[in-house]
């Protein structure tokens, strides 16, 4: 695998600066964005004492179908020069768009999008241009940061490697040395990290590269139990 270069053309300070400036009433601030996304990841995955494999599925599905409908509709949307306008509709002959549901209406409500300006540019046709799109430009949109490492074979597979993934840093952890996540905690990991899987799937989806597929790994070192690799699979 090779690894490919992240590196932005201009400086993120001055975006960050610019973001404060630009937000919207419509967004809310990504701390409570992140908590109310455990919660209904709480909300919707089934207890210990009633957790059949059908039921987690079921769960991990809706989790992923919210992440999914964020990823299509502001993958779009960061790159129209007014951030407050809203994406074309999905085709609804499209396999891929999801019908109106609590998932895609929980999504337009709480999607955080601090829009990063200048605009960034691509090529449509090109995955490779596409995924570092979504590397830098979206993650910042939806997390606050940047994937720290992108990796790929040239043939459609992709890795992409956090290594503080935002939402898993609320997550309990052991009190050894060095920490670790609890059981309990990797249980609700694994159901976090659905939403960024479904979000890339979108994502990829928004931009014509529907036949994706995502899928996670933890990398834990035991330093860092954020450290985490999203692996994209982009089949012709």
């Given at each position: 695998m090779e690894s490919v270069s992240l590196e932005s053309n201009y400086d993120r300070s001055v975006d960050r600066e610019i973001n404060l400036q630009t937000l919207s009433t419509a967004y809310v601030n990504r701390d409570i964005f992140e908590l109310l996304l455990n919660e209904?990841?709480?909300t919707v995955s089934p207890s210990a004492s009633s957790s059949t494999t059908s039921s987690s599925e079921a769960s991990a599905a809706l989790i992923e179908a919210m992440g999914y409908s964020v990823g299509v509709r502001v993958a779009p949307l960061l790159l129209l020069p007014d951030m407050t306008s809203s994406p074309p509709p999905s085709d609804p002959s499209d396999p891929d768009?999801?019908?109106p549901s609590v998932a895609s209406s929980v999504a337009e409500n709480i999607t955080?999008?601090?829009p990063p300006p200048p605009?960034?540019?691509?090529?449509?046709?090109?995955s490779l241009s596409i995924v570092k799109y979504l590397c830098k430009d979206l993650w910042v949109g939806v997390f606050g940061k940047q994937i720290d490492k992108l990796q790929t074979n040239h043939r459609g597979v992709f890795v992409l490697k956090d290594y503080s993934f935002t939402l898993l840093k609320r997550l309990p952890t052991t009190s050894t040395t060095p920490p670790t996540l609890t059981d309990a905690s990797r249980i609700q990991a694994i159901r976090i990290l659905a939403y960024p899987c479904g979000l890339i799937r979108g994502a990829l989806s928004s931009f014509g590269f529907g036949n994706s597929v995502v899928s996670c790994d933890f990398l834990n070192d035991g330093r860092n139990v954020e450290s985490t690799s999203f692996n994209i699979r982009i089949q012709s």
């Open positions: 209904i990841i709480s768009a999801l019908p955080p999008l601090p605009l960034p540019s691509i090529d449509p046709g090109n």
